[in-house]
């Protein structure tokens, strides 16, 4: 019985190492900012850009920064889940692509989630607490995205 404890540990020690080889290309679009970035599409406070900094462009945009547990599988398969499907529900890296009808209801579910407060997701909260918002930075970013919308009408 101990050996085939051995074994299993072994095995087990080996898929662990094995799984370290598959390192997924990165989310990183080099600091460059594209014309439909949301920040050439509209006015953003630097208060709502550095919110949007810290606690949405990692999953929303292609730029994302990397902590170091994101080199260790499968931690490294997990954020990658995250952020394609973060980026696949609103990339703000590619916002100017969309079409009118899309961005409005993009702002509009950005204002729902930061007030019901799904988003930030509390999985991410968990490991980066500095992307926790603030009543004061709810209120900002709802007011920012109310005056945008204002100029689809």
């Known amino acids: 019985m101990k050996k085939l404890a051995r074994k299993i540990v072994i095995i087990g020690f080996v898929i662990f190492l094995l799984m370290q080889l598959y390192q997924p290309a990165r989310n990183k679009d080099n ?13 953003l406070p630097d208060s709502v850009n550095v919110i949007f900094e810290s606690s949405c462009y990692d999953c929303h945009s292609n730029n994302t920064k990397y ?37 409005e209801s993009k702002l509009k579910s950005i204002s729902k989630q930061v007030k019901s407060g799904d988003m930030p997701l509390a999985s991410y909260i968990f490991l980066h607490k500095n992307a926790k918002l603030t009543s004061r930075q709810k209120e900002a970013v709802i007011r920012w995205v109310d005056t945008t919308l204002k100029n689809y009408e």
């Open 31 to 43: 600091g460059q900012v594209l014309s439909s970035h949301i920040t050439k599409m509209h006015p």
């Open 67 to 103: 902590p170091w547990y994101s080199y260790i599988q499968p931690a490294r398969f997990i954020m990658e889940r995250h952020i394609r499907n973060g980026k696949k529900d609103l990339n703000f890296s590619e916002f100017g692509n969309y079409s009118r009808r899309q961005q």
